[in-house]
């Protein structure tokens, strides 16, 4: 079941809404919390997201030059090999 997050068109209020998937007896009324508003916009909302292993590892950057003249670079992140 993914959670949403909607702004509200007036108050500019931001609310999470949990979206189920399933009958009709399952809608999600879409009205602000704070003021009452029923026009809601989705916003993209951010995500925690961290690389490496628990043991503190981190992504390496090399940088290069590529055939092309320009420069580019590899990412390397940490993870099992093989």
Do not use: W
């Not at 949990?18 to 916003?43: F, H, I, T, W, Y």
């Amino acid at each position: 079941m993914p959670i949403y997050e909607f702004k509200c068109a007036d108050c500019g209020n931001i609310q999470e809404v949990l979206v189920r998937s399933g009958n009709d007896s399952d809608k999600v009324e879409m009205r602000c919390k704070a003021c009452g508003c029923e026009v809601l916009e989705r916003v993209l909302s951010r995500v925690g997201y961290s690389m490496g292993s628990d043991k503190g590892a981190s992504p390496s950057v090399s940088a290069h030059n590529c055939s092309s003249g320009n420069s580019c670079a590899t990412i390397d992140i940490p993870g099992p090999s093989g």
